[in-house]
Each structure stands twice: as structure tokens, then as C-alpha cells.
């Protein structure tokens, strides 16, 4: 078996088990809500088990606000071993990463060239210190840009697996069941077959409308082509989102800090050590 290459990044996430890297087609699919309910669900797979999140989505950031650290003392710190990620609860079992964090003002907009999005990136594979993680969730922009290719060359020591390490990075695809977003999704199969990275498998969100009055699911935004599609491309379909009104005002609440125990409370404003960024 060929030695991996160390690097910065592959040392520091030395300390991590399992990469899942999300991507989708398009944007506005759920990308982003079905990597922070898929951190969510990892959470709860043993009482102990500890994940990251890492929002790479550099122009859109939207996980602060999807777990509730859209909020002014939610922000990183610099210690001397890394940045400090921002956690959701008290525990420090769910840390988050976001340029959203970073930001003077939590509207600003950043237009910045690949170089520099690459040299962001890079710091966050390999400046923030996670500690013992068993899943990194790392949310990535739509399509396949400047950020994907950054990312996964980055990990690519990562992908020769070793005994500490048994499992690669890998992907989850999001996709509404749309024809018009299902089109999309196969660019970005394309991209982890020519990269070789691999797709643990397909989530098709969006996937039929709850009735908010008698929670019955129709079929009013179509269901079922994404499940179709993963057959066809001999992906796994790992399961289907409906829309659901209940799932928007919920993390409305959680922006607004509704929700007990969610959000800025375990937030490092809080409990945090080391200098602010
Ligand atoms: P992306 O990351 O693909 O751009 P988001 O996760 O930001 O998409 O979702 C876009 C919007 O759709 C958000 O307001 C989110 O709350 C909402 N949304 C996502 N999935 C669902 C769903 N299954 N039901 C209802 N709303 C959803």
C-alpha cells in the first residue's frame, strides 16, 4: 500500500473518522438543511459521538443560521492550537465552522477570486481544531466550482486509506426530484466519477408536500424521480425529504433563538477559551 502524503490538512484531520463531503447540483435544493439534519442524526447515533460541520460555502454561508449561531457571540476564536469551532450545545459533541463566523457584519458579502477562496479553505481543513471527531459533515456550494476542486484537492491524502483511518472521504448527493435539478445532479456524479471520490449515496429532499393541516403527503412538486435516477446510476438511495412547513418554521425559530437549547447558549461567546478572531 502506498504511504500518504502528510500534509497540514491531513494531520490536522488525522483526528477525524469519517468525511462526508455534501453536494448538489443546484442551489435552493436543501443542500445545506440536509447536511445540518444529517449532523443532527450522526448526534444521535450514540450518546457520544462527536461532529463537525464546516460550511464551505464561502459566498452563501447558511449553516450559522440553520443551528442557530446567526447570532454576535457566536464567533471563532484563535487559540494557540488552531481557530476554536463555534458549538451548538454545552456539551461540545456538535462544533461548526463558517466563514459566516469570521464576517465584521453577518450581511456581508464576500467576492473574492478562486486563489483566495483556496487559500480559505485550506486554513479551515487544516486550522481548526476539531479534536476527536467520528463524522466531519462538510456542506459545499452548489455545482461543481473553484471550492470542490479546492476541497477535494486538499484531502487527497486522505483518500489512501490507512489502519487508523479505514474509510475515505466520501459523498452525499442532495437533489430535489425535479428534472431540471435531476439534470444537475449528474454533472455532479460526473464530478466524483472523475475524482474518484465515492458517493455513499442520494437524498432526494423536497420529495412531495406535508399538508400542514392533516400532515397527509402529496405528490403537488413531484416524487419518486430522484429514487429513479440513483437506480439508474446504481447509486444507493438513502431516502426521501418531503417539503414540510413545520421544517422552515422551525429553523426560523432557531435563527431567533425560539428553541431551547439550541444555538447561542453553548455557543464559544459563551464557555469559549483563546483570543477572539
Ligand atoms: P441549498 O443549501 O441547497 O441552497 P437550503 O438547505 O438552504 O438549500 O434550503 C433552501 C430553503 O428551503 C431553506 O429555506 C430551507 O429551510 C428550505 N427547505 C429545505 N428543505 C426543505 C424541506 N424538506 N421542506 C421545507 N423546506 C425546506
Not at 9 to 20: E, P, T
Not at 69 to 94: C, F, I, M, N, T
Not at 99 to 117: H, Y
Request: proline share 7%; hydrophobic share 40%; aromatic share 6%.
Amino acid at each position: 500500500m502506498a504511504e500518504p502524503l502528510e500534509t497540514p490538512v491531513s494531520r490536522r484531520l488525522s483526528s477525524v473518522k469519517n468525511i462526508i463531503i455534501v453536494l448538489s447540483g443546484k442551489g435552493g435544493v436543501g443542500k445545506s438543511s440536509s447536511s445540518v439534519q444529517l449532523a443532527l442524526s450522526l448526534l444521535n447515533t450514540s450518546p457520544t459521538a462527536r461532529v463537525g460541520l464546516l460550511d464551505l460555502d464561502l459566498t452563501g454561508p447558511s449553516l450559522p443560521r440553520m443551528v442557530g449561531l446567526d447570532v454576535p457571540e457566536a464567533s471563532v476564536h484563535q487559540s494557540s492550537a488552531g481557530w476554536v469551532p463555534v458549538y451548538v450545545d454545552k456539551e461540545r459533541r456538535l462544533g461548526v465552522m463558517s466563514i459566516g463566523f469570521l464576517l465584521a457584519n453577518r450581511g456581508d458579502s464576500i467576492v473574492w477570486r478562486g486563489p483566495k477562496k483556496d487559500g480559505m479553505i485550506r486554513q479551515f481543513l487544516s486550522e481548526v481544531r476539531w479534536g476527536d471527531l467520528d463524522y466531519l459533515v462538510i456542506d459545499t456550494p452548489p455545482g461543481t466550482s473553484d471550492e470542490h476542486i479546492s476541497l477535494l484537492t486538499h484531502l487527497h491524502p486522505l483518500f489512501i486509506p490507512n489502519a487508523e483511518r479505514p474509510t475515505t472521504p466520501a459523498a452525499v448527493i442532495v437533489s430535489t426530484p425535479q428534472t431540471t435539478a435531476l439534470n444537475d445532479t449528474l454533472k455532479s456524479l460526473s464530478f466524483t466519477r472523475k475524482l474518484a471520490l465515492p458517493v455513499i449515496g442520494f437524498v432526494e429532499n423536497m420529495s412531495g408536500y406535508v399538508c400542514p393541516c392533516c400532515g397527509e403527503i402529496s405528490d403537488t412538486f413531484g416524487r419518486g424521480g430522484g429514487e429513479k435516477m440513483a437506480e439508474r446510476e446504481g447509486l444507493d438511495f438513502l431516502g426521501r425529504v418531503p417539503i414540510d412547513t413545520q421544517l422552515v418554521a422551525l429553523l426560523d425559530a432557531v435563527s431567533k433563538g425560539d428553541v431551547p437549547g439550541a444555538g447561542a447558549e453553548g455557543a464559544n461567546g459563551a464557555n469559549g477559551t483563546g483570543e477572539h478572531f
